[in-house]
């Protein structure tokens, strides 16, 4: 490989980006080994990222920003309609309540029936009083690739512990086909054998959890770097064509042959 450093273009949201979140949640394993984290496998039918398995997450919807606005931290709007994406999401998408302190077992199933039936998340918490805690997710990335071929998507990240429960998780069967707990690097093998496909910015940030053994690891580790738009781009390279992303993010692996890659 050649010395030269990959030189990132200069940070430019790209035209119609959608505005999105992404939950990594972590839990003890009962092995003793890596933390387990929740991924769910989108149906073949999605127009974006079929098949793949990736973390829990959608896009922000108008009231996430009300629901931000009310419960917030003082964080920007962006972040925080993001965090209440994520948490609203996660509930729609597994049947996991995160970030929702008040939220008992007996009554996840209601509330998730309401969200998918269309009512709002505002109203929602205003007739339970509630709160959320959105000061849970810890962020750590923030990823918006310009690939032709498929949506873009400007995602925040954001990582959790994952809450006590005993009910069954299950997939909103309208998205998703399949549910499963497993560490980083368990997920990143079952890529490589063929078991599963992950996208361009799954495999990057499963590498990147791989990195640390629990939920305090990577929390310490996230604060050790910036959140910085990434859009990944091609260079040139030692006669290949690369897939490169910058090199000061936390990420053990920056680059990725253009033609193994799987953009959406």
């Known amino acids: 490989m050649s010395d030269t450093q990959p030189t990132p273009p200069t940070e430019t949201l790209p035209d119609g980006a959608i ?67 994520a948490l609203r999401e996660t509930l729609e998408e597994t049947g996991l309540a995160v970030g929702w302190p008040g939220l008992t077992e007996s009554d996840v199933a209601d509330v998730r029936k309401a969200l998918l039936g269309g009512t709002l998340l505002s109203d929602i918490l205003a007739a339970r009083g509630d709160r959320i805690a959105l000061e849970s997710f810890v962020p750590f990335a923030r990823w918006c690739p310009n690939f032709k071929e498929a949506r873009t998507f400007d995602t925040r990240f954001y990582a959790v512990a994952a809450p006590p ?45 791989a990195l640390s053994t629990d939920f305090s690891g990577f929390s310490a580790h996230s604060r050790q770097f910036p959140v910085e738009l990434i859009t990944p781009w091609i260079e040139e390279r030692d006669g290949g064509t690369l897939l490169c992303i910058p090199e000061h993010l936390g990420y053990p692996v920056t680059s990725e042959s253009f033609e193994r890659v799987r953009r959406g």
């Open 19 to 85: 505005p999105a979140a992404t939950l990594v949640i972590m839990r003890p394993s009962d092995s003793g080994g890596p933390d387990e984290i929740l991924m769910v496998k989108r149906s073949t039918t999605m127009a974006f990222a079929a098949g793949a398995v990736v973390f829990p997450g959608g896009r922000v919807d108008p009231d996430d920003y009300r629901v931000a606005r009310l419960y917030g931290l003082g964080v920007d709007e962006a972040d925080g309609a993001a965090r209440v994406a």
């Open 165 to 209: 429960h005993s009910h069954e998780l299950t997939v909103e069967e309208a998205e998703h086909s399949h549910i499963f707990w497993a560490s980083a690097k368990e997920t990143l093998a079952m890529a490589d054998r063929g078991d599963v496909s992950v996208i361009f910015p799954t495999r990057r940030n499963l590498e990147r959890l």
